[in-house]
């Protein structure tokens, strides 16, 4: 039923004509083009959606628009009065409280609310507050720091508005520079100005107002709404797919099914040993319950779904299996029944595909395999003093990136393919999406965005973005595909579920003397990223303890269950679990303390790994010491408890890459420096709350002697930005850093020829700090500008642009392998050690996480604040995974895909947080940096296992850690 | 996720919405605060031609005390306001966490009593999309001839699990429950249908107007607890509401009120454990007993991820924490 109706938002009225259906979220985003308020679910579950209505915080996706009629809506656009920002705005962006920015509008709205009830709420209170807000990215502990700071500040000014103007550039230039010079007072003693600083981010400003742009609020002119048929079938059969009723439906304008694009295969994974087994849409058989059939592009919402459902599809139902370990025996269901032949995207780079057979496993359904051995391992443990063998087991967990997956294409006439994308490296998902097309790289624009949280879950290339750009092609129209919230947890990847039998053997005093490991990682229907998880669990291990005799055996199977890819150090939690929680348990055997043990084992600066990277930074045993110092270990551990309420301590370790060799193979960087002394830095790298965009003009005004607010970043674009690798494998900070680094120097090059001619000095003596060009006493020199102008004048009008690249290793050009885990891994390791404190009630089995201590070794930290809020997101991420995350699978069925019955971690049950940084400087990083982003979530799990242990002596061995799970082992152990 | 279509009518007295709810007979559905509605339809587990919105009904909205006669709620009132009111939060604090333990904070803004009490039965089978039910036979529920909850049952097994309902049974709450062809009252516990598809027993053009508490009884006092996952945003797993007369001056309990929600299909009033409490002084002993008496009394339906004995554990500990609860505050 279309109606008028009156809409009061941000003060001014707004006559509209609506459907009595649309919700007040579709109404604000659709029709008032408000698209800071968030869509993150849809259905009232992480208020994103968050907005003021008549001054309480609602989920607008909840409220028909029809019934807000009267009502004072207020939006995060309605906050900046007459383009003034409120304090909560500042204070969010001066300290760090926003990364993704996906759910920062809801946050800040909710907290205005707070504040207008209560202007002096405590640290309580503003956990309440926000407790209906998730953020995947911060683990609220900077959002709470900065509600309580705007609270404070408000009271103290007794002003709610501060002068800055939000809207225009050169004012928001202004209000930086503000926040800048509150913060310089907490500047550390660094040599550097610019890099190590906790500088407030480059993206705040929009993210705080609502202004940044995700791919969902693209909106092009005559747009589509894509939408894409799944299997409710675990293994089924396509007998028929029959889209003639569909068809005829008014206002469908494309229908394309798995015999369009029969012969266009590609996968994660896809070299000479293991091919690609990805068709975009399923061509004869559906392998899991969201399985891609067909995909519609109509004029809306509404009739892309009808179409859906006006499809008839017939199956064959096929018999399914679901547990990895039934799946590899001999008379399991087969998965992958034919080999997959012909030509790799990647031949043209010299890569062959042969036929995948699993024969040779002498397992089946096994899609990847892994073997290392190193030393002796029979002879190792003949050695030893004691052994223990014990199973661990893992669960499956999601991204729970606020942002759903979204895609948005434009074909245009000449050929040439337009997309926006929520990814993680704009020039990978291009070179697939090009090839699954039949496109020339060059012909598909990857347009920048921001990412709203990605966490690995949007590295690979998903089939809703090639039917994106299908449809588009199909229909002429741009065509955008968003994935509801159900679909983005069953089918955009999960974590690898694993079990691993870990055998160890070591001296009386601790030192690992041999380690046997067999592991099982189930992927799912498509190989998705097995065989590599399978390689980095590995990978991410062994850089940890130094064990003489080692054997590895990994194997990734398929199932029916949904396919597994990268999330957040990628393999390392799983193995990291596993293997310090039976460190943990060795120590108990023997009687000694796992501190300890951990340090007789850990490897150190100048350590050469199995594959042959050497360690040239390594502060793991510095991380390992200091955690413990801070966190007051030796007064925690083993404490004699009676009451109800028992407290524990528990450690681990973790280590990380610092980039690896894939393609692009490099990332490149290049600069252009204006004759106004700022400068524009283009880079490939992807801003998904990582703060990449900040912390890489940091570098590049680090170079350049100039302040932050001078760098304008253009970033995440395939046309106006030089080829990147993107961001996993914690590449960003080392290798497109020091690519911007060099894009840098380069560019100060040119201009020290010019200056050291002028001031005739040898360019050798000239510095460049404080946008000045100088020859020791800042006062004899000139200005960056000035020099700029210089430059131009004297080079025959000939702009001052620099530019660099760097390759991770680059003195190999093989790719390690992923089936022996040899030749070289990356140019550098993070590392971080954890000591989880816990609270266990023993009445109902509880655990709270009291406090957790991080220190990290990232070599040295570009920015402290974005170091501390990367730390923090894994705190959190790693809590959920250890205590409430778990994808519930029945069947080939996940059965919480929602956040309303998939447990992220709620400011409620937020620890407290410590945090330090060992600066290792690394040799080969910008500065001395290395990885941060991923490595420290990876210790969280056996932390908190031992601490539990140390808690109520109750150890368990597969995650995660419920309150029924220590109910029931504390009974078995009452008798 | 877009809602399906439906048009929707805005009564401003219950009157006007009774005459709507007749004239629409089995094709409209109430909306309170929409909260449940609104997830329901974009799942269409619903498909009401109409929807009869409470929202413009002002007269439902208040909250009002009298020391001699209680507590009269309007269905309208938003949980937060029941959590926040004053007198609710002085006389009958275990109401006042029932409120504040539900849902989220922008929902308790939203979410009303009246929703919150005619909240329709949950399952992990059941609440789910229409794509995903599609990977599985319908359900009983879903006018299918199985449940899936229980394999071997011939009736639905959704469980009533809104955060008030224990705490209203507790404190013998009544509803007024208003049709064009009048008003009648019924005590809360008796609103339920229990085993099967029906959540309520009110008919289609009934509308749930008040909520009637009798007045706080002196030296009683109550305390609300659940389990969950997280302590916000998730339904309770586990649901306990205890109630506790005493005599004094020397403590002894006159009589005991023990409400298990979640468990089975409609909360369990423990009879049984009262009686083991009723005229004792407290003890740990006394406690423990009454909570393994307590779960003994309830039939309870397998969990997706909590076995029957693991939510039972659960629910002794946290019936005995409330206990615990009533005896330090009291
Ligand atoms: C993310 C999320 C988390 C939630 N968590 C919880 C939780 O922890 N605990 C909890 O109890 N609930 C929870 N809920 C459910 C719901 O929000 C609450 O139960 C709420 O109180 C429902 O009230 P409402 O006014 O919004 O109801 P509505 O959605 O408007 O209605 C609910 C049902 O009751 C009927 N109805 C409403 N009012 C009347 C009336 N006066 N007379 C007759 N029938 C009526 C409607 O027809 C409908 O069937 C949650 C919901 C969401 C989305
Ligand atoms: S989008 Fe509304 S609460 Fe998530
Ligand atoms: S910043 Fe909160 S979800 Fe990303």
Redesign the pocket.
Known sequence: MKEWIRLRVNGSDHDLIVESHWTLLDVLRENLGLTGTKRGCD???CGACTVLVDGLPR?AC?VLARSAQGCAITTIEGLARGGELHPLQLAFQERGAVQCGYCTPGVILTAKALLDHNPAPTEDDVKAAIAGNLCRCTGYVKITEAILAAAEKMNHDGASIVRCKATDRASSIVARQQVKDALSQRRAINEHAVVGQSLPRLDGLLKVTGQAQYVGDVRLPGMHVGKILRSPHAHARLVKVDISRAEKLPGVKAIMTGRDVANVRYAFVDTPRYSADEHPLAVDKVRYIGDEIAAVAAVDEETAEEALSLIDVEYEILPAVFDPEKAMQPNAPVIHDADYEGASVWEEWGAQRTPTSTARYGYNNISGQTTVEIGDVARGFALADHIRTDRFETQVTAHGALEPHCAVAHYEPSGKLNVWLSSMSVFYKRYILAKALGLATSQVHVHSVYVGGAFGGKIDVFPYEFCAAYLSRQTGQPVKIELTREEVFVTTRQRHPMIIELKTGVKRDGAIVAQKVKLIADNGAYRGTGPVVIFLAHAFNVPIYRVPNFKYTGYSVYTNNPIRGPQRAHGAPQIRFAMDSQLDLIARDLGLDPVKVMLRNAREKGDVLPNGDVLESCGLKECITRAVETSGWREKRGRAQTGRLRRGVGISACSMFSGAPFYPFASAAAVQLHDDGAITLFTGTMEMGQGAETTMAQIAAEELGIELADVRVIFGDTELAPIDLGNFLSGGALVTGKAVQLAAADAKQQLFKVVSEMLEVPPEKLTARGRRIFAGDPKIGMSFGEAVRASILRNGGNPVMGRGYYKPLPDTDQYPSLARAKGRFTPAYGYAAQVAEVEVDTLTGEVRLVQVTTFHDCGFPLNPLIVEGQIDGNVSMGQGQALCEDVILREGQVFNPS??TYALPVSLTQPRAARGEVASLEPKGPFGAKEVGEGSIAGMLAAIANAVHDAVGVRLTSLPIAAEKILLAQNARAG | MRLPRFDCFDPRTVEEACARLDAHAHEA????????????LKQRL?APRALVN?GAVNA?RDIQFDAETGLRIG??T??RAIADSPPVRAHYPMLAQAAR????PQ?RN???????????KRCWFFNQSQSWRQARAACLRAGGAQCWAIQSADVCHALV?????PALIALRAQVVITSSRGARTLPLDQLYAGLGNA??R?APN????EIRVPAPLPNSHGVYLRY?TRPA????LVQVAALLIREEPDGVCREARLVVGALAPTPVEAQQAAAILNGQRFTHDVVAAAADAAVKEVKIVPHIFLEPAAKRRLARAFLAEALQQVMRDT
């Open positions: 259905t009232g579950e989920n909840l956040f309303l | 559905k109430i909306c309170a605060g929409g909260t449940d509605l609104l997830v329901r619903d409470l439902l269905a309208l938003t949980l333990a539900a849902a989220s929902i939203q979410a009303t009593l009246g929703g919150n009490l005619c909240l329709e699990v809104a955060d008030t309902v959540t309520t009110l009934e509308i749930l107007t969950s945003i998730d339904f309770a």
